[in-house]
């Protein structure tokens, strides 16, 4: 449940004096011949498209470890949309060069995202227009950090990048402030709590660096001094959204529309199902989790309520025995240990049971969650490097409960107790995200690690927690059981949820109402759910959506492999196509049968 799971298009931003980039231009074209000269000028192309992206999106490429440009920020300006726009225009004019059906099953995948990401890249730009009502999409801090805490290269390098890049902040948000126009209340204030958050990254861990690089006493003076702009036009933008955005009241509202919804599931999802295809499927998939939630619930009962009759109401009696399981759980401030804690186990279950094969020299790093990325995303959460910093670490976020009021970090404790905090960490860890991430980077289509697929990624987490289980992790119990039901009760939910909320207008009240009751969850979880429902669009169904598509294909493999059917085989064979819809993977290993 990563923020780098649903990938955002760096298209609202600004570069001055750009000028277009030769190395990618319409007069190049495929060689007419042979499947070998068409898939081989196909991949010189898919490189200078590229380059090309990188040299338009900075962030972008820094966050998947390309380094070339991290000095570079980005001003989002009117003006730079038009550029940005002729950039695409350009793009998709050439990609109309390539027939695609003369490529190759692996390079006819590449060509379809490639030609998502321009559709998608136009529809946030010119239909969507976040860039007006999401103030939060506006912080310099996390691509600050990111090249702060990066170990690619020397660190009077990426202090160096840092000084440079933050020498336009003032301009950046500047632009930022002209581009709000009715923005929606829940994004102004997560704005505010994230730039907040973020002016901790230009303090004292960033002065220490300064002090002991081997930067000269000018350049030390000069980035000192663009540090403190840089905090002063940060603290002036959250004073602008407190005393001029929020007072004015001029809100849209968060809720995009059966139209708009629809259209960004089709081009963020890339299911071989539609939005209300699959809104259709996850209501019935909860009936059929209630169903084996209350069969397992009855056998426990006696366990754990010896000698008093089984309730007739089978949501009374899942919910009695779901707060039975959940009493055990760490304390507050023991949380994010007992994440470290398990870690360990996974890692020996899956080597033990031959489900995968791992890589012990990608090093997976468990820290409390940076302050500038709190608010907004689950409470645990991967950062993972890109495909050109491979040897980076991987973090693993866990969010602290330290601080919290006593009965809120009860009630997410509960949340995450013993049992559940297991599936979490199979989810966010091992074999999940993290696992499927390193295998990404392998993978040698540099475009589908770029253009991961928030579905695929996400639904391989939710399919690696069934699949540890059905491998007998947990003991096979039924508490386990019970367990993994409740969660993949919440993945259903969520995307009823995320469909209620955009097009069904659901109420906050209704829609809590519906996770405690249908989803056994606790208070603030529920709370927690709804709020990122209104402040994010889609990614929610991807959980549900992939995760769906990856289990049906496993079944249909299995079906026709019977007895030479191999589980380790399938999950190296899947997870080496890279982070590419679930749709195109299930086509390219079919084809390869």
């Not at 994004?187 to 002065?207: D, S």
């Not at 209630?290 to 009374?316: C, E, I």
């Not at 993994?484 to 906050?508: A, C, F, G, P, Q």
């Amino acid at each position: 449940m990563s923020k780098l799971y649903s990938l955002r298009l760096v298209l609202a931003a600004g570069l001055s004096g750009l000028a277009a980039v030769s190395a990618c231009n319409s007069n190049t074209k495929p060689t007419s011949g042979t499947p070998e000269t068409v898939n081989a000028d196909f991949d010189r192309y898919k490189q200078r498209f590229i380059d090309s992206l990188w040299y338009y999106n900075p962030e972008w490429a820094s966050s998947v470890g390309y380094h070339r440009y991290d000095s570079l920020l980005i001003v989002p300006t009117a003006g730079r949309r038009q550029t940005e726009a002729a950039a695409i225009a350009r793009r998709r004019e050439e990609m109309k060069i390539f027939n695609v059906e003369d490529l190759s099953v692996n390079n006819q995948t590449d060509y379809h995202l490639l030609e998502n990401y321009l559709q998608s890249a136009r529809f946030y730009a010119d239909t969507l227009r976040d860039w007006q009502w999401n103030p939060a999409s506006y912080n310099l801090s996390g691509s600050v950090a990111e090249i702060l805490n990066g170990r690619y290269q020397p660190l009077d390098r990426r202090l160096r990048s840092i000084s440079n890049k933050i020498s336009h902040s003032a301009d950046y948000y500047e632009a930022a402030k002209a581009n709000i126009r009715q923005p929606t209340r829940e994004h102004t204030k997560l704005a505010i709590q994230q730039n907040e958050g973020g002016l901790e990254v230009f303090g004292k861990a960033l002065q220490d660096s300064i002090a002991r690089s081997g930067l000269s006493g000018r350049e030390k003076k000069e980035f000192t001094g663009r540090i403190a702009t840089t905090r002063l036009v940060m603290e002036g933008y959250v004073r602008f959204l407190q005393q001029e955005v929020l007072p004015a009241g001029n809100f849209r509202s968060f809720r995009l529309g059966n139209e708009l919804f629809s259209r960004k599931f089709a081009l963020d999802i890339q299911s071989r199902y539609t939005a209300d295809q699959v809104y259709q499927k996850a209501l019935q998939h909860k009936q059929e989790l209630l169903h084996d939630m209350g069969k397992r619930a009855a056998r426990l009962w006696p366990k754990y309520f010896p000698g008093q009759p089984l309730p007739t109401d089978s949501v009374v009696l899942i919910k009695q025995v779901l707060t039975k399981l959940s009493e055990k759980h760490p304390t507050p401030a023991g949380f994010v240990q007992a994440v470290r804690d398990q870690i360990p186990t996974l890692v020996q279950w899956v080597d033990t049971h031959n489900l995968l094969t791992q890589d012990p020299t990608k090093p997976l790093v468990v820290r409390e969650t940076p302050l500038y990325m709190r608010g907004s995303e689950a409470g645990a959460s991967v950062s993972a490097p890109g495909p050109y910093d491979k040897a980076a670490d991987t973090y693993y976020n866990v969010e602290p409960l330290t601080g919290q009021p006593a009965a809120q970090a009860e009630s997410y404790l509960r949340e995450y107790n013993q049992y559940t905090l297991q599936i979490l960490n199979i989810h966010e860890a091992i074999p999940g995200h993290y696992t499927q991430l390193v295998y990404a980077n392998r993978s040698p289509s540099l475009v589908k690690s770029i253009f991961g697929n928030g579905a695929m990624i996400e639904g391989w987490a939710v399919y690696a927690e069934r699949m540890m289980l059905e491998s007998g992790y947990g003991g096979n119990t039924d508490e386990i059981w019970l367990a993994w039901d409740k969660w993949n009760m919440r993945v259903t939910l969520n995307t009823i949820l995320d469909h209620e909320v955009h097009v069904n207008n659901i109420s906050e009240q209704a829609a809590v109402a519906m996770l405690l009751r249908d989803g056994f969850q606790e208070e603030a979880e529920a709370r927690n759910k709804w709020r990122r429902a209104t402040l994010s669009q889609v990614q929610l169904s991807s959980y549900f959506t992939g995760y769906t598509e990856i289990y049906d294909l496993r079944e249909e493999l299995k079906k026709r492999e019977g007895s030479k059917f191999d589980l380790k085989a399938f999950h190296e064979q899947f997870l080496s196509y890279g982070s590419a819809p679930v749709k195109y993977i299930r086509q390219m290993m079919l084809a390869k049968q």
